[in-house]
């Protein structure tokens, strides 16, 4: 299984990024994808997540209502369309895939199955 992110770079405050992340070597539909991020000096921190057909996502507090989390399963590719960037979405973004037929009791996990490398986000003020 291969994940690779992208779409990372440098914006101003109340800028808009859209990251995306392909996967391989699995069945795309049967797995639930997550977007974390890790700033930093900081622990890694849950970002979104969205099920393996699409029907379901949920959001950290800190993007809710900022970020969009989809999926292309045509094409093995996750999406997290960023507005309102802020200085504190500074980050290295991560995709992760875990198998799950099923939503999680706690969607927020980072008990994820497979990770990918990240990919940068700075956001100046």
């Known amino acids: 299984v291969q994940l690779q992110a992208s779409g990372g770079g440098l914006v101003q405050a109340g800028d808009s990024l859209r990251l995306s992340c392909a996967a391989s070597?699995?069945?795309?539909?049967?797995?639930?994808m997550a977007w974390f991020r890790q700033a930093p000096g900081k622990e890694r921190e849950f970002v979104a997540t969205?099920?393996?057909?699409?029907?379901?996502?949920y959001y950290a507090d800190s993007v809710q209502g900022r970020f969009t989390i989809s999926r292309d399963n045509a094409n093995n590719v996750v999406y997290l369309q960023m507005n309102s960037l802020k200085p504190e979405d500074t980050a290295v973004y991560h995709c992760a895939a875990r198998y799950s037929t099923t939503w999680p009791t706690n969607p927020t996990t980072d008990a994820m199955g497979y990770w990918g490398k990240g990919t940068q986000v700075t956001v100046s003020s």
């Open positions: 070597g699995l069945s795309f539909s049967n797995y639930r």
């Open positions: 969205i099920s393996g057909r699409g029907g379901r996502s």
